[in-house]
């Protein structure tokens, strides 16, 4: 089993930025990828960007390219997500994933263990 545990959301101003971190523990060697979702309510959990445990391949929604950075510590087991210039369209609760297959997953029904969710809210 793999835990995971997010942090970083809250309130900002449109423009601004957040940096949310997801602390795993467990069987973190059988990870291959790790992911960041986003859901708001009434609609599907979205993608938003994936890496690989060795941080060697980054996936982005075309949503957030150029203004979103996936990454990962292993050595602290924390993957993490640079969020810029942040508009009000990005809110939403921000889940982080775990997928134990090889290949990039960018459905939820790829990914085996999910994070609580952390909110994130964009005024304008």
């Known amino acids: 089993q793999v835990q995971l545990v997010e942090s970083g959301g809250g309130l900002v101003q449109a423009g601004g930025s957040l940096r949310l971190s997801c602390a795993a523990s467990?069987?973190?060697?059988?990870?291959?990828?790790w992911g960041w979702f986003r859901q708001t309510p009434g609609k599907e959990r979205e993608f938003v960007a994936a890496?690989?445990?060795?941080?060697?391949?980054?996936y982005y929604a075309d949503s957030v390219k150029g203004r979103f950075t996936i990454s990962r510590d292993n050595a602290k087991n924390t993957v993490y997500l640079q969020m810029n210039n942040l508009q009000p369209e990005d809110t939403a609760v921000y889940f982080c994933?775990?997928?134990?297959?090889?290949?990039?997953?960018?459905?939820?029904?790829?990914?085996?263990?999910w994070g609580q969710g952390t909110q994130v809210t964009v005024a304008s």
């Open positions: 467990g069987r973190t060697f059988s990870i291959f990828f």
């Open positions: 994933a775990a997928r134990r297959s090889i290949g990039v997953g960018v459905t939820r029904s790829e990914y085996d263990y």
């Open positions: 890496i690989s445990y060795s941080g060697g391949s980054t």
